[in-house]
């Protein structure tokens, strides 16, 4: 059974930094491409960044290329999401997602596998 745990996130000024996690326990984790995407209060759910179970260059969002790295340990069976440059608008729940084999990664109807969320505020 697949399960995903999340851990970081939290409160930090404009301009910080944060970094969150993501472990995958279930099959093998290399088989999955991890996404990440984050949703605000009253907004959709909005793509952040992925990798695709073969690995390579992550993927992003326009609003955090740049701004944020998404990097994947196999032998940890975790996902991060270094975020830097956090601005207020970066403020929401974040998810970490996963799809076995996935080839499409923005989409959130694409991945079956979702983490708790965790809370991202940034402050002015």
Known sequence: Q????????GL??????????C??????F????MGWFRQAPGKAREFVAAV???GGSGY?????????TISRDNAKSTVYLQMN????????VYYCAADRYGLAYTDPRDY??????TQVTVSS
């Open 112 to 117: 079956p596998y979702w983490g708790q969320g």
């Open 2 to 9: 697949e399960q995903l745990v999340q851990s970081g996130g």
């Open 30 to 33: 290399d088989y999955y491409t």
């Open 85 to 92: 440059g956090l601005t207020p608008e970066d403020t929401a």
């Open 60 to 68: 992003y969002g326009d609003s955090v290329k740049g701004r944020f």
């Open 23 to 28: 472990t995958y326990s279930g099959r093998t």
């Open 12 to 21: 930090v000024q404009a301009g910080g930094s944060l970094r969150l996690s």
């Open 52 to 54: 695709k179970y073969s």
